[in-house]
């Protein structure tokens, strides 16, 4: 069973890195977000929802997504979130992390449509939103970093410069 476990992560992290535009790896754009962990690494294209209205409005009413696609919601400074699935037709996995862009808490396959809240905890400065499901077989996981010119670049655990 963790051989069939670890095929599925490599063949997730295989298609989200095959199905992303090349020159990933080079430099960070406002348009994409990097993840690395001890599972490896990964590029999501990505919409970005850095104002009220924005994150509001989120991926409501869309029918699908490609692999290699999310949304990263951007707070002005760190703080408690919560998001919920109203008018979400899609699962979703929810990926909260803090000012420096470490990974503090993943929500795995959100159901659509559901209004109860899904807590991210505190001191959360940015929530990147991807296919439900993608992030358990990636084994995206608390720890990871994600790297973004969202994240300060002097206090990164992943800057742009490197």
């Known amino acids: 069973m963790l051989n069939v ?3 599925l992560r490599a063949l997730a992290a295989i298609s989200v890195l095959l199905l992303a535009p090349q020159g990933w790896a080079a430099g960070c754009r406002d348009d994409a977000v990097l993840l690395k962990g001890d599972w490896g690494q ?3 294209s990505v919409e970005v929802a850095n104002t009220e209205a924005a994150r509001a409005q989120g991926l409501m009413h869309r029918d ?9 919601f951007i707070y002005e400074r760190p703080q408690m ?3 919920w699935m109203k008018n979400t037709l899609i699962s979703l996995d929810m990926i909260f992390a803090d000012a420096t862009g470490v990974v503090r808490r993943v ?5 659509p449509g559901d209004l109860t809240p899904i807590p991210g905890g505190r001191g959360i400065l940015a929530v990147l939103e991807i296919n439900g ?3 358990r077989a990636m084994g995206i ?3 990871t970093v994600l790297r973004h010119p969202a994240f300060e670049q002097d206090t990164a655990a992943w800057p742009c410069d490197n």
């Open 42 to 44: 990964a590029r999501f």
């Open 5 to 7: 476990r670890l095929a």
């Open 64 to 72: 699908s997504m490609p692999r290699s696609a999310g949304m990263l």
């Open 141 to 143: 996981k608390p720890g």
């Open 133 to 135: 499901g993608l992030a």
């Open 107 to 111: 929500h795995h396959g959100a159901v």
């Open 81 to 83: 979130v919560a998001f």
